[in-house]
């Protein structure tokens, strides 16, 4: 049984960064490919990225490649999200899940944290 622990959310001025990390523990983390996902208010959970387990291939969601980093310690059995140019539309709650398999879609992750709240504001 994995568990997993989100921190690092807050409200940010857009265009402001923010960094996300995600403690494992229960588990082997190395086995697992590990993933960011985001709630917003009445909408579905969304894919953001995912980086699997050897830490050598990493997969976006288009909208916000090129502003996120996805990464991870396997030493440590941390996982991060650094996200850069924030806008408003990426306020959400931000959870991140571990699977063995699963990539980019939610319904696949067996395991997941609480979850962290990001505010952008305009």
């Known amino acids: 049984q994995v568990q997993l622990v989100e921190s690092g959310g807050g409200l940010v001025q857009a265009g402001g960064s923010l960094r996300l990390s995600c403690a494992a523990s229960g588990g082997t983390f190395s086995d697992y490919n590990m993933g960011w996902f985001r709630q917003a208010p009445g909408k579905e959970r969304e894919f953001v990225a995912v980086?699997?387990?050897?830490?050598?291939?990493?997969y976006y969601a288009d909208s916000v490649k090129g502003r996120f980093t996805i990464s991870r310690d396997n030493a440590k059995n941390w996982a991060y999200l650094q996200m850069n140019s924030l806008k408003p539309e990426d306020t959400a709650v931000y959870y991140c899940?571990?699977?063995?398999?699963?990539?980019?879609?939610?319904?696949?992750?067996?395991?997941w944290g609480q979850g962290t709240q990001v505010t952008v504001s305009s």
């Open positions: 899940a571990a699977d063995r398999t699963g990539v980019t879609n939610y319904q696949l992750y067996n395991y």
């Open positions: 980086i699997r387990w050897s830490g050598r291939t990493t």
